[in-house]
């Protein structure tokens, strides 16, 4: 079983980290549904126990602490207000670039691209993040390409996501990814999703 963590802060943008929490735990769905092994364990991550106060106002009660997890397979970073107060968390963006070592994919939405490029795992790499924060991103010298216009960017194995909804979007490439396009149209399908166009990322 793979682990998926998703990290939580105070000020985190709900449907950043909520878009793709739908996603995993509809893959583990549609997969158990066909009578097969649900494949991820899904988790939400923070710094504490207590409750997370979102940006939206949203209030969420973590799965674990980070201090809990020395592993994982795949990392969502997601974005929101409190990015700028965590660019400054050292313990934060150490365990960060910890677990983004050993990752099979490391990824972000919105400016959650923030911390991977100051923790490291997102320096010298292509990267997209929400319209609104690009030029931002680009001025702190981290990155090696801030790409425009586009719902989500892969370079090797780190993947960024633009704004909010761009989430969704770039959970079920990753579920394409990890499982083959044919599971991930039928999870898309499964939440009644209906982007134009719809899932179409075969690479």
């Known amino acids: 079983m793979s682990r998926i963590g998703i990290l939580l802060f105070d000020g985190v943008e709900e449907l950043d980290f909520v878009g793709p929490y739908e996603v995993f735990t509809m893959t583990n769905e549609v997969l158990g549904r066909a009578g097969e092994t649900r494949p991820h364990e899904i988790a939400l991550l923070a710094e504490r126990e207590a409750p997370i106060v979102c940006a939206k106002g949203m209030r969420v009660i973590p799965h674990a602490t980070i201090a ?21 968390n050292t313990a934060l963006l150490n365990w960060i670039a910890r677990i983004s070592a050993d990752a099979q994919w490391v990824t972000s939405v919105c400016t959650g691209a923030l911390l991977l490029a100051a923790a490291g795992p997102a320096r010298g790499k292509r990267v997209t993040t929400h319209w609104a924060f690009t030029e931002t991103l680009r001025a702190r010298g981290e990155v090696g390409e801030m790409l425009e216009g586009v719902r989500y960017v892969r370079d090797g194995n780190l993947v960024t996501a633009a704004g909010v909804s761009a989430g969704i979007d770039m959970a079920l490439w990753l579920v394409g990814q990890l499982h083959g396009a044919t599971v991930a149209r039928k999870v898309q399908r499964a939440m009644e999703y209906d982007p134009a166009p719809p899932y179409a990322a075969e690479v």
């Open 68 to 88: 809990q997890n020395e592993s994982l397979d795949v990392l969502l970073v997601p974005g929101g207000q409190g990015t700028r107060r965590e660019v400054e």
